[in-house]
């Protein structure tokens, strides 16, 4: 089932996180920043809109994503990691789409990601194409030299 998050939920989406082999230590303090920004404030202040898919109590996956700044209708994916035991079980697919449906039920109009270039990262851009966003930009060794950041969208 998916639904916003519980505070006692934290836990599992840092384990999720840390377990998932391409974030780097830097990415999981991002997502536990994002985290606790969102306990503390609220994801109307904090501008970070967090899902979590579960099974009964256990985290499946989770989403977060947010408006962009400065912008009418635009906004990010920021996160979307799925628990490594069950990839390919539908849980990434459901989380984008919910996370699609509140975007629009919040004004969105556009959803923009984000991801690697690297060889590690070939399955998500897959994903993402499979799941009909448009590839919009590649922008060479943006992380580090040979790591591009890949640019997707989607109107909603």
Not at 68 to 91: E, M, Q
Not at 97 to 112: N, W
Not at 119 to 138: H, M
């Amino acid at each position: 089932m998916i639904s916003a998050p519980s505070d006692k939920d934290g836990a599992q989406i840092h384990a999720i996180t840390a377990n998932t082999t391409v974030f780097t230590q830097e990415e999981l303090e991002c997502v536990d920043e994002l985290w606790k920004e969102y306990l503390a404030q609220g994801p109307e202040r904090s501008g970070y809109y967090f899902l979590v898919e579960k099974d009964d109590e256990r985290v499946l996956g989770y989403a977060c994503y947010g408006p962009r700044s400065l912008t009418s209708g635009t906004y990010d994916l920021y996160w979307i990691a799925v628990d490594p035991t069950v990839h390919r079980g539908g849980v990434g697919r459901g989380l984008l789409a919910a996370s699609e449906q509140a975007v629009r039920k919040l004004g969105g109009r556009l959803l923009v990601l984000e991801t690697s270039g690297l060889p590690t990262y070939e399955p998500t851009r897959k994903f993402y194409l499979a799941t009909g966003y448009t590839l919009e930009a590649t922008l060479k060794d943006f992380y580090s030299d040979g790591d591009d950041l890949v640019i997707f969208t989607k109107r909603l």
